[in-house]
Structures are given as C-alpha cells and as structure tokens.
C-alpha cells in the first residue's frame, strides 16, 4: 500500500493511514499508573485510568481486579508486569487490543483466555508479563458480563442442552 507510512494529523494523530481503530485510546507521553500493588489487600482499577507506558501490579497475599476495557495508553507500546506471591489478578482486556502474554508459575496457575481475535496490525500493543508463585492471574478479552446477561446466557445454553436431548 502507498500510504503505508503516511501520518494523519488530529484524533488519530501518529497512526499511519489504514491502520484499524482499535477503540483503544492511546495518547503518547508522560504520566499514568505505574505502580498498582495489593499487600494483604486489594486495589480496582476499571472505568476510565491511565496506564503508563511500563507499569508493575504486585500482589502479595491480595488481589487485583484490573479493567482496561476503557483505559487510556501513554503508548503504543505497553508492558506490564503481574507479580503474584501467594494472591492473584483478574485482568480484562478490550476487543481488538494485540496482547502478548509471557507466563511463570510455580505451585499456581495462569489462566490466559483471549478468544480466537487476531487484531490487525498496527494498532497498540499490550505485552504482559505474568509471574506467579503460588498465586496466579486469569486474563480475559472484553467486558465483564452483567448478572442479567449470565443468567440470559445459562437460559439459553439449557435451552440448546433440551432441543439436543429432544426434550420440549
């Protein structure tokens, strides 16, 4: 393509031409969470945050729930890291973010489950590193379901379950 490396000025400002929107705001510079940590306790982060361009979660002996469905990046290129020592962390990421994900566990559990997306490239970049011990993090693409959506999805899962035995 032509216009490959062509920039476009304004509320996509730095992302070449053609490349997909991911939904991801990503406003370049200084600032953002860099240090989320949970000793013996918890910390929430969801609804509209920044997160600076390397960030460390620390979760020892608590746990940290994160949402990034509506997070703001100081980057294209974010890292951060999840340590969990005898605690845990719940993190969700947005559709159409690329997330690459290194793991380690010892005597825990990572549990990444990011669908079958492949985002285009071009977009932003989530590099998580996850390092448990006793411990683990479960990640996540999209946002958390509500309990009237849950219920609506067992219905309809009980449902497809009677028309495949043949019951009415």
């Known amino acids: 393509m ?3 490396d062509v920039l476009v000025w304004g509320d996509d400002a730095g992302r070449p031409v053609g490349a997909p929107a991911s ?3 990503v406003r370049p510079g200084e600032g953002g969470a860099r240090w989320l940590i949970s000793l ?10 920044r997160l600076a361009p390397r960030a460390i979660n620390v979760n020892v002996m608590g746990g940290s729930d ?10 294209e290129h974010t890292e951060l890291r999840v340590i969990s020592i005898m605690g845990g962390a719940d993190i969700r ?3 159409g ?3 690459e994900v290194s793991n380690f566990a010892l005597m825990g559990g990572n549990d990444v489950r990011l669908g079958g997306e492949r985002p285009a490239p071009g977009g932003p970049t989530l590099h ?3 390092f448990s011990i006793m411990g683990g993090a ?3 693409r999209g946002r958390r379901l509500t309990r009237e959506q849950r219920r609506a999805l067992k219905e309809e899962r009980r449902a497809a379950r009677r028309l495949d035995r043949g019951d009415d």
Do not use: Y
Not at 40 to 49: A, P, V
Not at 66 to 75: F, G, K, Q, T, Y
């Open 2 to 4: 032509l216009v490959a």
């Open 23 to 25: 939904g991801v705001v």
């Open 40 to 49: 013996m306790s918890g910390c929430d982060r969801k609804g509209h945050w």
């Open 66 to 75: 994160l949402d990034l469905n509506d997070v703001e990046l100081a980057a």
């Open 93 to 95: 990421v947005p559709d």
């Open 97 to 99: 973010l690329r997330v």
């Open 128 to 130: 998580l590193k996850l």
């Open 138 to 140: 479960d990640v996540s």
